[in-house]
């Protein structure tokens, strides 16, 4: 307990037992080794023997003496350190040197910490020794293990690793949530509330203004990104840097070459739309890429591979089409639509650049804007007709029938293009949010195959099944649960167990709207296999308990509004809206 005093010449037990060993007269050798061990203070030796009358022990005494000596220390050293005296440093470097033997000691192992602390430079020989100690090194503030970390990446990433599984498994429990509703969904949280998550700001902390950790952390981001090809890793590549930059470390902020990129796109994330002033912006940073730079183009292109950015970047391509359409002009003709696309391509090449090291925008296919657009609005046109159509007078109207197929185009592309594919899926998330039932029964089948299964991605799934909910009344036909369930969902839940556990969140919210008939189906078709993953096994047990609950309980009156879908009242036309309504 006492390590380290005989090094400083001060006496401890050891000393103490060899002196009464020793000695002829033990009271008087006491006393003399209390005098010389004692606060060294002439006038207080006459104060002592009043403690002793009133029944103080003279260790609680020292004890709080000791306490308050160790207190004024701490605040010195704070004090010498945010001074501006030249040899500061030169003064807690000796005071390290006099206080590191007795680190040990929990007395005054506080006092060496403050000390370390406030070193910007920890001479190295002391670095090694807390390094080495598992107990120091728990204890040391995290100024100090900065300082030991930048020379050791693989105890940096020891630390690091915990924190980036975590991150990864709250988002993917946010993906799963129990909770379905169009408004309150998986992109919802602004980026300003998603960067005070605990992961980001821990991480935040761990860098403090150190570049060197910052590089670490990004290449740790890359590796794992490359090795599992998960998004979510790009999400905290831009969650990291804008969390710097909320907090103004302009140390790294200025170094880092996508911060104005970042920032700027940062904001198209917050309002879900990247207008026009902004749009150009981007286009200057993206422009700006000199030769030599290529690799900024890898971090540019994780930036926008980055969920949160590909959703406000879609939204944003369907918004500029429907303008278009108002305006009778074609796709090409939008330089706007134009970077969105090229920002979009980009984003999805994000993984192929960094696994190839080939750090070369990637070209958006001509025919993505010259047939894939102009059949998707072809699609948008025969819908609006047929609701124009339904509307006219009976003596006006013709034997129009709702259009069941869809553009040969339209399907390829889906198919064979990532940026067409995407845009895809939006358009039929688009379709639902307007309560849409016939466009959205005659585009679900053309969902079955698409470029990599897209379709059947959990973020895609989490926000259908949301916009689902608007719909609800529609499932107790069965036209739509056959499109919804045998034209769908249905087609890959075996091979697929995120399918299988979307599937079951839906009807976990959705559950008495459907067919009691499908419904009974339902359950013995999505009745999980014995090797399935508990989180599957336990949504099919919440459903069976939740239909159970349902026979026993009474009915509901027919009068009483569902209250089950948890969402704000929100107006949304019934038919398909007319191509200028904005999303």
């Known amino acids: 307990m006492f390590a380290g005093l005989p090094e400083l010449g001060i006496s401890n037990g050891e000393d103490l037992k060899e002196t009464l060993t020793n000695c002829t007269e033990p009271l008087k050798a006491i006393d003399q080794f209390q005098t010389e061990n004692g606060i060294l203070l002439p006038t207080l030796q006459s104060a002592l023997p009043f403690l002793d009358l009133h ?3 003279r260790l609680e005494f020292h004890q709080s003496v000791f306490d308050e000596l160790r207190d004024k220390l701490m605040e010195r050293v704070a004090t010498i350190a945010e001074g501006k005296e030249e040899d500061r440093y030169g003064k807690l470097e000796e005071l390290l040197e006099k206080s590191f033997p007795l680190v040990k000691m929990p007395s005054i192992q506080p006092v060496v910490m403050q000390v370390l602390k406030h070193l910007p430079k920890v001479p190295e020989k002391k670095l090694k020794q807390v390094m080495a100690d598992k107990e120091l090194y728990k204890v040391c503030a995290v100024e100090v293990k900065r300082q030991i970390w930048q020379d050791n990446q693989a105890l940096f990433g020891d630390e690091v690793s915990p924190l980036l599984k975590q991150y990864i498994v709250e988002k993917e429990a946010a993906l799963f949530s129990n909770d379905l509703s169009v408004l ?19 991480l935040t902390q761990m860098i403090g203004k150190n570049v060197k950790l910052y590089d670490m952390v990004l290449q740790f981001l890359r590796t794992l990104f490359l090795r599992t090809r998960n998004v979510h890793y790009c ?14 470390i302009s140390e790294i902020c200025s170094v880092d070459p996508c911060h104005k990129f970042t920032w700027c796109l940062d904001a198209c994330i917050r309002e879900k739309f990247v207008d026009a002033k902004r749009a150009r912006e981007l286009q200057g940073f993206l422009d700006g890429v000199k030769k030599g730079q290529d690799r ?3 971090d540019l292109s994780m930036i926008l591979c980055d969920p949160f950015a590909s959703n406000t970047l879609v939204l944003s391509t369907v918004r500029n089409l429907q303008e278009l359409l108002g305006q009778d002009a074609l796709p090409r003709d939008s330089p706007d639509l134009l970077l969105l696309l090229r920002m979009l391509s980009l984003g999805q090449g994000a993984w192929d650049m960094i696994d190839s090291q080939v750090f070369k925008e990637p070209r958006l296919e001509l025919e993505v804007v010259t047939r894939f657009l102009p059949a998707m609005l072809s699609v948008v046109v025969d819908d609006y007709t047929f609701t124009v159509e339904q509307k006219l007078p009976s003596e006006e109207k013709t034997s129009l029938t709702y259009p069941t197929s869809l553009p040969d185009a339209f399907i390829k592309f889906l198919q064979e293009n990532r940026v067409a594919c995407e845009m895809g899926l939006y358009y039929v998330l688009h379709i639902a949010k307007q309560r ?23 973020i895609f799934l989490h926000l259908l099944m949301g916009h689902l909910t608007l719909l609800s009344d529609e499932f107790g036909t069965e036209e739509f649960c056959a499109a919804v369930f045998d034209g769908f969902l ?43 993953s508990d989180p599957l096994k336990d949504l099919y047990t919440q459903l069976t308990e939740k239909l159970e609950a349902q026979k026993k309980s009474p009915p509901q009156p027919a009068e009483t509004p569902s209250l089950d879908l948890g969402l704000h009242p929100v107006t949304v036309p019934t038919t398909a809206s007319a191509p200028t309504t904005p999303i």
């Open 235 to 248: 999400t905290l590549r831009a969650e990291l840097l804008m969390s710097l930059h909320d907090l103004d």
């Open 490 to 532: 249905l087609t890959s839940f075996s091979s697929k167990e995120n399918v299988h556990r979307h599937t079951l969140r839906l009807l976990l919210h959705l559950h008495h709207k459907v067919l009691p008939s499908r419904l009974e189906a339902l359950m013995k078709t999505l009745e999980p296999p014995k090797q399935s």
């Open 184 to 202: 309150h969904n998986f992109f919802s949280p602004s980026p300003k509330t998603r960067r005070q998550g605990e992961v980001v700001l821990k």
């Open 55 to 57: 029944g103080t022990p």
């Open 296 to 298: 900024v183009l890898g």
């Open 436 to 458: 849409n039932k016939n466009a959205l029964q005659r585009l679900l089948p053309a969902l079955v195959e698409t470029h990599n299964d897209m379709a059947f991605g959990d």
